[in-house]
């Protein structure tokens, strides 16, 4: 009950989803028909700190570590399936206009309706600051760091001197009109 659990408790919110789906593949020139049922389970919360802090943890179903897909295929002689870190991260609000945010988080930056660039199921891991002007239409502006690459480890496993880690580093500025005309530059 919400006696037992104290203040703290309210400060949590929980999520997530359950999905099975049925596939049948059939190519023309292939042979054979594939049939295959995949299942993908997300579940995490969103923690509130205190006023300007706020957390967000998310495990979902994974195939092999892929990043782009949670769907886990139910093969393999009823064996196990895996749960994999899907978001960890921090966000720090100070007031209405500024975010700061660590972690594997949710994309830091605008991509335009169904990009080809970013696939939606990634979570970048880095740091990202963002600005949005709260009045009604006007700027918007995110600069972000993420790691892409880590090698250290499989570097020097190999005996590789060169142990440079693969980066990205951007930034975006845009503007968008009245929400009555959803129209951004």
Do not use: C
Request: hydrophobic share 35%; proline share 4%; charged share 20%.
């Amino acid at each position: 009950t919400a006696a037992n659990v104290g203040e703290w408790g309210g400060r949590f919110q929980r999520k997530g989803d359950l999905r099975h789906r049925s596939d049948t593949t059939d190519r023309q020139y292939i042979s054979g028909v594939r049939n295959r049922d995949t299942i993908r389970l997300r579940a995490g919360f969103f923690a509130r700190v205190n006023d300007t802090v706020r957390v967000e943890m998310q495990m979902t179903t994974a195939e092999g570590g892929d990043p782009r897909s949670s769907n886990q295929t139910l093969t393999d002689t009823n064996s196990r399936k895996a749960l994999d870190l899907d978001t960890a991260y921090a966000e720090w609000q100070p007031n209405a206009m500024w975010k700061v945010t660590a972690g594997k988080m949710r994309y830091p930056w605008v991509r335009a309706g169904q990009s080809v660039l970013f696939d939606g199921d990634i979570n970048p891991e880095g740091v990202a600051v963002n600005f949005t002007n709260p009045t009604p239409g006007g700027v918007y502006a995110s600069a972000f760091y993420t790691q892409l690459a880590e090698r250290a480890a499989g570097a020097a496993a190999v005996g590789l001197t060169d142990i440079s880690n693969s980066t990205m580093i951007g930034a975006q500025a845009g503007w968008r009109s009245n929400p009555a005309q959803p129209t951004r530059f």
